[in-house]
């Protein structure tokens, strides 16, 4: 997981419920750069939204000692850099979407919200937050 940028905490809890910062698409030496419609296309952008996830998945034992401890994920909000005429944001998030309901199965299931934006910290190719309910 990439240290933080700014003065910020990972996750934050209020009663049961918990949201991440967003995590950006770096992971075990892939740090998954670059913009989709441009020199990536939809598969690597899968890659880098389940990345993003695996960011998420280490960011909530900062506040809980198990992910087992994880109800449901509520909803999942995706940032995909992408050109204008890609359109197709939704499919790149099912990298995201496809590893929540691996880990947790229909507790895993979720909201969602896939967004296209000209650009993203350090030209990460996408940043992934989540909102889960906890024990």
């Known amino acids: 997981m990439p240290a933080a940028l700014a003065d910020y905490v990972r996750a934050k809890r209020v009663g049961a419920l ?6 950006v698409s ?12 441009a020199t990536l296309g939809v598969e690597q952008g899968r890659e880098a939204t389940r990345a993003c996830v695996i960011n998420c998945m280490a960011a909530l034992p900062t506040l809980l000692d198990s992910l087992d401890r994880v109800r449901q994920i509520l909803s999942v909000h995706v940032f995909v850099s992408s050109t204008p005429e890609f359109d197709v944001q939704a499919a790149a998030m099912n990298g995201a979407s496809d590893l929540l309901v691996q880990i ?5 299931k979720h909201t969602r919200t896939a967004v296209g934006v000209a650009g993203l910290p350090l030209n990460y190719t996408a940043s992934v937050y989540l909102l889960a309910e906890v024990d």
């Open 18 to 23: 918990v949201t991440t910062a967003g995590q």
């Open 26 to 37: 770096a992971a075990a030496g892939r740090e998954n750069r670059g913009k989709l419609g």
């Open 104 to 108: 947790f199965g229909e507790a895993g």
